[in-house]
């Protein structure tokens, strides 16, 4: 279960992270309350999933995940450069969050 918490929470760091980009600032009501919301929800996951597993694994894993969904959004939604290198990273990324999974 502490995995499934860990995911959500995971890509809930992307929710709050876009949202933050929309909020401009904290100018916008809409996406300031979704920041504000997706960051509590993910934070919350991110400790109830440290409750069974370590916090260098599950830290990496979260930041991994919100990491590289940010990313992908950012090339498919807001027209950042998806070139091979930024791809490859991304690829090197999601490597090493299933590596800490399976060592765990």
Not at 5 to 28: D, H, I, P, Q, Y
Not at 56 to 71: D, E, L
Request: proline content about 3%; hydrophobic content about 60%.
């Amino acid at each position: 279960m502490a995995w499934l918490v860990l995911l959500v929470s995971g890509l809930l760091e992307t929710v709050w992270a876009v949202a933050l980009t929309n909020s401009k600032g904290f100018s916008r009501l809409v996406p300031t309350v979704v920041f504000a919301v997706a960051l509590v929800l993910s934070m919350g996951g991110l400790a109830y999933a440290m409750r069974s597993i370590p916090i260098g694994t599950g830290y990496a894993v979260w930041v991994g995940i919100g990491a590289i969904g940010t990313a992908l959004y950012g090339m498919t939604a807001l027209g950042d450069p998806a070139t091979a290198a930024r791809i490859g990273c991304l690829l090197l990324i999601v490597s090493g969050v299933v590596g800490l999974k399976v060592l765990h």
